[in-house]
């Protein structure tokens, strides 16, 4: 985490864009430790507060783009065909997908808004939202929502720890992030192990 640190000291507000935009697209890098940072370093007066934020929603925004126009190209029709393929390690079969395509259809754009503030899916919830051509206006606006609470939650409270606040950031915020990865990874394990192709 020290090198996250250190991105954000030297680059400042592109170092926190730069962050956040990769932390999208490979969620590794997690945006619970990023923007907490960045709160921290705008506690120090190495960032503004405001620019800190400008900053983590821009890269984020931009990552969430980016997997929405990739889902959007894939399009439903060759998912389908992969989902015939490989279902099995998706858990899901033909028959699966379409409810959810459905379901999505109907409820996406608080799914998205919501699912912006998730550990886990808040960047895979651009994909879905690709697939089902959710308009491009209703896609940016329940993103900014979500996304605009997610980045300014993390980094006031990076900000409000001030300089001292690394230590508290590593002792609650990862393990909180480690508990919702785990609970999502034995949902996977059950629905693996139980799951029937639909007759």
């Known amino acids: 985490m020290n090198w996250i640190g250190e991105v954000i000291a030297q680059g ?14 490979f969620p590794p890098i997690p945006s619970e ?9 705008a506690a120090k007066g190495q960032v503004t507060l405001a620019g800190a934020v400008a900053a983590g929603l821009a890269g984020s925004m931009a990552g969430n783009i980016l997997l929405y126009v990739v889902a959007r190209r894939l ?6 065909a992969w989902v015939d393929r490989h279902g ?22 608080w799914a998205v808004g919501l699912g912006r503030c998730v ?3 808040r960047s895979l919830i651009s994909v879905p939202a690709g697939l089902v051509d959710m308009r491009w206006s209703r896609f940016l606006l329940w993103s900014t929502l979500g996304t605009g609470v997610w980045t300014s939650g993390l980094t006031l409270a990076g900000y409000s720890l001030g300089s001292a606040g690394l230590p508290a950031v590593e002792r609650w ?12 990874a034995a949902i996977y394990v059950v629905r693996l192990v139980t799951w029937r192709r639909a007759r």
């Open 173 to 184: 915020l990862g393990p909180v992030s480690n508990a919702l990865i785990v609970i999502a």
């Open 75 to 80: 399009g439903t029709a060759r998912l389908e």
């Open 119 to 121: 550990p886990g899916i």
């Open 12 to 25: 400042g507000i592109a170092g926190i864009f730069a962050l956040t935009l990769v932390e999208t697209v």
């Open 33 to 41: 430790v990023v923007m907490p940072l960045a709160g921290i370093a």
């Open 88 to 109: 099995r390690w998706l858990t899901l079969d033909s028959a699966a997908l379409d409810r959810v395509r459905r379901w999505f259809v109907r409820h996406g754009g």
